[in-house]
């Protein structure tokens, strides 16, 4: 089975061709804001200006392989969540390529996507799942019929918590890895907000009191002649992306081992942009050791949006006969994990 996946939820356009064991071609164009963090609109005008030459590249690339297009069984596309202009140029594309192959059209949840193509692309058979990136932070494990969420943000998802943190700090978008960077460097431990609540957490709050102690700090710094300013500058930016870090994924850490406690599961799954964090890597192996848990990551490809996943996600459903009439296509800005039926897995322990 040969599917067509796309994916263009926010800030990445990619697109490709999977079968059941590998991607067989995949293209990517990348929208990069020139300063601030993603703009919608300019996201979307990102895709509708590269979306054709994503297409006839995979396209291409695939006939290289000596694959025809029209041996393309069915084309996929993220449904939700994510941008609305965003989702609205890719789900265009998505029903045009389905009407010219002739082939039908399947909707896929992008959270789902992140969690499928890790189970794909590692031994995870059915994990805890820490899914943590850019606009959404949750933590899902498969019961009865679908993915469902123990834990997720209350408000802000992590990484758009760390990306608003490093503007502040005057940092380019995404901030994220540049956080951890800096990190590296600390030399000594500051305390900040720590907020979970029940199974959920928070990272609004901790992105604040982080860009209040560096105001506070580049004040101070300034009013202290005697220092060399920009090297104490410098190492105070440091220690607060630590403690950031360490507070952060302290929080994810333990809402991820309740979830385990609760639902008996013995395997670890970390998906999402804000996985490629060594340090929470790190954090999270030590928790499942210390549990006797699996614990799984795939490769850097896989976990920032990419059109694998759900290619991936499409096929699964394709062979399931979870497809869409053109008049269901409709995206879904808000589509949540746990609406979906997971209709491929029902082979899969309760
Ligand atoms: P989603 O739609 O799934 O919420 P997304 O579309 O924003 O996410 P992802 O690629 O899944 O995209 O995640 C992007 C996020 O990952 C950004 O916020 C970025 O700062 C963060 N990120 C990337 N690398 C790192 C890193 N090394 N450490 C921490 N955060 C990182
Ligand atoms: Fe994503």
């Known amino acids: 089975t040969l599917v067509l996946g796309i994916e263009g939820t926010a800030w990445n356009l990619s697109a490709a061709v999977v079968d059941e064991d590998d991607v067989i071609v995949e293209v990517t164009h990348t929208y990069r804001p020139a300063s601030g963090g993603i703009h919608p609109r300019e996201a979307a005008q990102h895709h509708a200006a590269h979306i054709g030459e994503v297409i006839a590249d995979v396209f291409f690339r695939l006939e290289e392989t000596g694959i025809s297009r029209d041996e393309i069984d069915a084309v996929a596309f993220s449904r939700g969540p994510g941008l609305g202009p965003c989702l609205r140029i890719v789900a265009t594309a998505a029903r045009m390529i389905s009407q010219i192959l002739k082939k039908p059209l ?32 949750q933590v899902l494990a ?34 994220g890895p540049l956080i951890e960077k800096y990190a590296k460097e600390a030399t000594e431990n500051i305390e900040l907000p720590y907020t979970v609540k029940g199974m959920d957490f928070f990272f609004s709050g901790l992105s604040t009191a982080a860009t209040r102690l ?43 081992e309740r979830a385990l406690a609760h639902t008996g ?28 848990a ?50 491929w897995k029902e082979k899969m322990p309760v």
């Open 294 to 343: 699996k614990f799984y990551v795939p490769e850097k490809r896989f976990m920032g949006d990419n059109g694998a996943m759900i290619a991936y996600t499409g096929l699964l459903m394709y062979k399931a006969g979870d497809i869409l009439t053109l008049e269901e296509s409709a995206v879904d800005a808000g589509f949540r994990a746990d609406q979906v039926s997971v209709t």
């Open 265 to 292: 599961k013995s395997e670890v799954l970390l998906a999402g942009g804000v996985g490629a964090n060594s340090r929470l890597r790190e954090m999270l192996s030590q928790m499942c050791q210390e549990r006797g």
């Open 214 to 256: 560096l105001q506070e700090n580049k004040i101070k710094v300034k009013q202290n002649q005697s220092q060399n300013n920009e090297e104490a500058g410098d190492v105070f930016l440091a220690n607060i992306c630590h403690a950031y870090q360490e507070t952060a994924f302290a929080m994810s850490v333990e809402v991820t």
């Open 106 to 137: 399947v909707g896929v949840n992008h959270c789902v996507a992140h969690i499928e193509v890790g189970v794909w692309k590692t031994d995870a058979i059915d994990p805890v799942v820490l899914y943590v990136s850019g606009a959404n932070s």
């Open 142 to 175: 498969y019961q009865e019929g679908t993915y469902r969420v123990f834990g997720e943000t209350l408000d802000i998802g992590l990484g758009n918590s760390l990306d608003k943190f490093a503007r502040s700090a005057g940092l380019p978008h995404p901030g």
